[in-house]
């Protein structure tokens, strides 16, 4: 399952949803999708939607989902990486009045450039892409579990320094 995320700003975040909803159509994304729409005014015809749900439900979908595509807040793309999830982020931009300034770009780059795991997706076009970049890295991750890369990154760091192999 695919988990879309737009916020609770009150512009309209059409340009995601509408991509997320034509990528459906189209079969390119095959999971079922679960928009939160917020304030568009744009209706998905091919994807499972909401405009607003509580943090509870939010929580639930991220934990859920395989691909978590947010807009560029960052209490939203933090609580899907907290949840160890690499999420797709689109930021709201001023050009497409879907924000007042971009702060959302600005600050999603700059979370990017710091080796936090996320794709800032600023062109829409490149959604595609990233989705099935996600998609596949999932399905090559479906066996290796967080608790064992934390055991084999500990296991170097002790071994690192008591100087064994």
Not at 51 to 62: K, P, V
Not at 132 to 140: C, G, L, M, T
Request: with cysteine.
């Amino acid at each position: 399952m695919i988990f879309v995320t737009v916020g609770t700003h009150e512009q309209q975040f059409i340009r995601l949803i509408e991509a997320v909803d034509r990528l459906k159509e189209k079969d390119i994304i095959k999971d079922d999708v679960f928009i939160q729409t917020g304030y568009s005014d744009y209706i998905p015809r091919y994807c499972e939607y909401r405009n607003i749900i509580s943090f509870e439900e939010m929580s639930n979908y991220m934990k859920r989902a395989s691909i978590v595509i947010t807009h560029g807040g960052p209490a939203s793309f933090m609580q899907v990486i907290s949840f160890g999830k690499k999420p797709i982020v689109v930021p709201r931009q001023v050009m497409y009045e879907e924000h007042v300034n971009n702060h959302q770009l600005e600050f999603a780059r700059q979370v990017s450039t710091r080796g936090y795991e996320i794709d800032v997706i600023d062109d829409i076009e490149f959604l595609k892409d990233a989705i099935e970049n996600n998609v596949e890295q999932h399905v090559s991750n479906v066996s290796v579990s967080n608790n064992g890369k934390f055991n084999r990154q500990f296991s170097n760091i002790i071994n690192n320094l008591i100087g064994g192999k």
